[in-house]
Nanobody, 123 residues
């Protein structure tokens, strides 16, 4: 099994910043990509940002976060980060870490989800 532990969420005023982190541990053989999703009350879960582990790291951002959010990773630590600046009330959601790779107890590509960390943007 692979566990993902998120941290960095909290309450912040509009225009503020937060930095989320997610560390993967367990039966990891390799990780191909890591990313962040979010889910607001009454809405479906949506992609925020993702990054590959190979090369320079190919990044993908949802339109909602472009220009405000930055994703990065530390492959040696199996950790992904999400720097969120200029936060808006509509960014309020539970943010989930997502990892795609190969685990030692599974014979093909697999994904894992973290438990989520709450981000609340309010004045």
């Amino acid at each position: 099994q692979v566990q993902l532990v998120e941290s960095g969420g909290g309450l912040v005023q509009p225009g503020g910043s937060l930095r989320l982190s997610c560390a993967a541990s367990g039966s990891i053989l390799s990780i191909n990509a890591m990313g962040w999703y979010r889910q607001a009350p009454g809405k479906q879960r949506e992609l925020v940002a993702a990054i590959t582990t190979g090369g320079n790291g190919i990044k993908n951002y949802a339109d909602s976060g472009k220009g405000r959010f930055t994703i990065s990773r530390d492959n040696a630590k199996n950790t992904v980060y999400l720097q969120m600046n200029s936060l808006k009330p509509e960014d309020t959601a539970v943010y989930y870490c997502h990892v795609k790779g190969y685990w030692s107890d599974y014979g093909s590509s697999k994904t894992s989800w973290g438990q989520g960390t709450q981000v609340t943007v309010s004045s």
